[in-house]
């Protein structure tokens, strides 16, 4: 919840000096309450810190004083939060702001104006008032904050395909890497730094399952971040036991993206034939190249946690951010994924 603070009271007060008949008012206007404003901040990464803070409160202004002595105006409460995050309506699940770059601000709840003093109520008519403003109240209500986070390249395919593994070779990020399913439980962002200087931001995007468009897991969760990325490279294990056919399994992500979004699928991306280090993974590879070949799509062999393979992949990503060719994308062979 948020909430921000009252305006002060004006004041009612008059001069009363020796030898200075006619004082009249002087009462001071209160202070203006402070806001509870927005603020993306690249040092954030996540929302972490406003678990523990749930409520969010800003100070209200001062009253006003005698002697035309304003009430001080409450500091503004600043909120840092990660670029990429989104705030909405809880009720109605409305859109409010979109801080979808560091820096950008939005007033989440505007703080009270101060009510005026006696002094600003003087007229010929009326030279002794006696009224005066109570400070407006502040805003306060429930917001719903969600984390999209924005990088260049996002990392999909399904659970232990070696997205982490690729991630920790391309950046200095060190994600729990394993030989088992589900080790990323949320999504990791690296900076790899490519030939010419350029810095490309990865995301390591946990793996989805069938049905994930659906909400099947933590599904909604995972493919809601794939919306800001710029580029996808779709990692697939060739020696996967529960998926033989590399190019099912490629039809059954790109089902899963369309599920969720159809704009998804149109995005430029380039895919990654992982584990050829492996014994057979060479010859898997080969094969299923040929077979994706034949569907128009262009694939790249690599071993994510030897190295191989890894340059070429990086300048085809570099290209699709530079200028992203028309999407290849196939339609998959019945529809969405079983």
């Not at 933590?218 to 580029?231: I, N, P, S």
């Not at 996808?232 to 490629?250: M, W």
């Not at 159809?262 to 280090?277: C, E, G, H």
Request: net charge neutral; aromatic share 6%; hydrophobic share 35%.
């Amino acid at each position: 919840m948020v909430a921000s603070g009252d305006g002060g009271n004006g004041c009612v007060s008059f001069r009363r000096e020796r030898y200075v008949p006619r004082g009249g008012p002087n009462g001071g206007d209160g202070g203006h309450g402070g806001s509870v404003i927005f603020k993306a901040d690249l040092s954030k990464q996540t929302l972490i810190d406003l678990s523990f803070h749930r409520h969010i409160r800003a100070d209200r202004g001062d009253h006003g004083k005698g002697s035309d002595r304003h009430g001080r105006k409450a500091e503004d409460r600043i909120v840092h939060l990660p670029p990429g995050t989104v705030v909405k309506d809880p009720e109605s699940g409305a859109v409010l702001a979109d801080l979808d770059r560091p820096g950008a601000t939005w007033v989440a709840a505007k703080g009270g104006r101060g009510g005026r003093g006696n002094a600003r109520f003087l007229s010929n008519a009326n030279r002794a008032p006696r009224e005066f403003e109570p400070g407006f109240p502040g805003q306060e209500g429930w917001l719903l904050l969600e984390l999209k986070l924005i990088a260049d390249i996002g990392l999909v395919g399904f659970p232990n395909a070696g997205k982490s593994t690729l991630l920790s070779k391309l950046t200095r990020r060190r994600p729990k890497v394993a030989g088992y399913p589900f080790t990323t439980l949320s999504p990791l962002l690296g900076v790899h730094v490519a030939p010419g200087g350029r810095e490309i931001v990865l995301a390591d995007l946990p793996g989805l399952i069938e049905g994930a468009g659906e909400g099947a897991g933590l599904g909604l969760q995972f493919l809601r971040h794939v919306e800001r990325t710029r580029a996808l490279i779709h990692v697939i294990d060739v020696l996967d036991p529960q998926r033989e056919d590399p190019l099912a399994a490629y039809d059954a992500i790109g089902a899963e993206l369309e599920s969720y979004s159809p704009d998804l699928i149109t995005k430029p991306r380039v895919v990654a034939l992982n584990k050829i280090d492996l014994p057979g993974g060479l010859d898997a590879a080969r094969a299923a190249q040929e077979a994706f070949a034949d569907r128009g799509v262009r694939t790249l062999l690599i071993s994510a946690d030897q190295q191989q393979g890894l340059p070429e992949l990086v300048e085809a990503a570099v290209a699709l951010l530079e200028k992203p060719p028309e999407p290849e994308w196939i339609e998959p062979q019945g529809g969405k994924a079983p």
